[in-house]
Every structure is written in C-alpha cells, then in structure tokens.
C-alpha cells in the first residue's frame, strides 16, 4: 500500500538529547513537510523540502535540523535546543512543485514527542 | 507566518444535527482544503476547492469557496458518531508554494 509512514509512535527525550523522528513516502511525491502540532493550535511548519538535497526553512525552524538525501526520506531532528520540544510531530507530502492542483498534502499518522 | 482564523473553535452537537464551521483570512487564496483528524492520527484531505463560489461535496460533506477568495465554510448534514475530530480548512495564496492551516474546530458528537 502506498503512504507515508512515521516513526516511532511514541517518543521520549532526556535533557540534552538529540532525537530523530523517521518520515518515510512511497507515493514519488517530490515535496515533503514537517509540522509541529500543539494542543489547541494549528499545524506549524518547521522545515519543507521540494527536491532532494535541497530544504527550506519554514516558520518555526529554530532548534529543528533535516534532511534529504533520498527522495522516499525526510527525517527531522530535535536538537536540544528546542527548548520545548513536547508536541505532536506531522510529517506529510505532496506531488509537484507547488503547481495548480498539487495543494494536496498527504499525512503520516504523527509521532508523540515527551520530555522526561 | 500567517494562520487561518477558524470558528468555532470547538463544538457540541447532537447527533443527526447539521454542522456548520468557517474559515477566514485577511488575505486572498487560490485554494482551499479542508482536513479532518481523528485523535492520535494524521490529517485526512476530505475536499479541495479551486475556484471562488466553487461549492462541492463528498458523501454529507459540501464545501464552498467564498466569492471574495478570502473565506470558505465547510457544513456537514446528519451528523454521526464517527464524525467526531478536528477539522482544519488550509488555503495557498496564489503565487506562493506554502499551505496554510487553519487551527482547527473541534467537533464533539453527542449519540
């Protein structure tokens, strides 16, 4: 079946960690997402990327690192610098590069960051 | 970066009620989404709309696209128990490759 896959479900971070949360897409969508979602407020974009080897910034990068060295792969790390690192994590996924009718982003189920 | 303003933010409704939720921006957009996630989930697209006073359905779902390219409303009829979730309208703006989202109406279906 064809889909994008995050993982793990759940997650857990010790002071000082670096953690990374997997994003993976057999649809050959060419762009990929990551969002930050905390109760109560919409979906923010942290870091996007419309081709391999080649990502943006998006409105909440700080203290957030990708990469993309493979079409398929989008995995996204939080560095200890985020400071408040504790929400739902989205990762999702589109065709083209932004043309008319390519809008339509694809979700994965999401990974559950904690702080302990 | 710019948010959508949805309303309401969150909702009880009986079932078999109909459902109404708008979705505002101060500036305009060529398209308009609108999502709905389950608790725990990913969002799920459920319609796409292209063109002002656009209006179209999906199963007891219609969505429309304002005439002034700066609002949309999503109405679902008969409301069921699975309907329950957040839904989320989401717009581009033409000339610009970001989807904006909205932040959300929570839908409670009371059985």
């Known amino acids: 079946d064809g889909g994008i896959t995050q993982s793990p479900k759940y997650l857990f971070r010790k002071e000082g960690q670096n953690v990374t949360l997997s994003c993976e897409q057999n649809l050959n969508h060419d762009a990929m997402y990551w969002y930050r979602q905390d109760p109560g407020q919409g979906l923010r974009l942290i870091y996007y990327?419309?081709?391999?080897?080649?990502?943006q910034k998006g409105d909440i990068a700080e203290g957030y690192s990708v990469s993309r060295e493979k079409k398929e792969s989008f995995p996204l790390t939080v560095t200890s610098a985020q400071k408040n690192p504790t929400a739902f994590y989205l990762c999702a996924s589109r065709f083209g590069q932004g043309g008319e009718g390519d809008e339509k982003l694809f979700f994965g189920s999401g990974t559950q960051l904690s702080v302990l | 970066g710019q948010q959508l303003n949805q309303s309401p933010q969150s909702m009880f409704i009986q079932e078999g009620e109909d459902v109404s939720m708008n979705c505002t921006s101060s500036s305009i957009f060529n398209t308009w989404l609108w999502y709905k996630q389950d608790p725990g989930e990913g969002p799920v697209l459920l319609i796409a709309?292209?063109?002002?006073?656009e209006l179209t359905s999906n199963g007891r779902l219609t969505a429309q696209f304002g005439i002034t390219r700066k609002d949309s409303f999503l109405n679902i009829s008969a409301s069921i128990p699975s309907d329950v979730g957040i839904y989320f309208c989401a717009g581009r703006r033409a000339g610009y490759q970001k989807v904006t989202f909205g932040t959300g109406t929570k839908l409670q279906v009371i059985p």
């Open positions: 990327s419309q081709i391999v080897n080649d990502f």
């Open positions: 709309l292209y063109k002002a006073g």
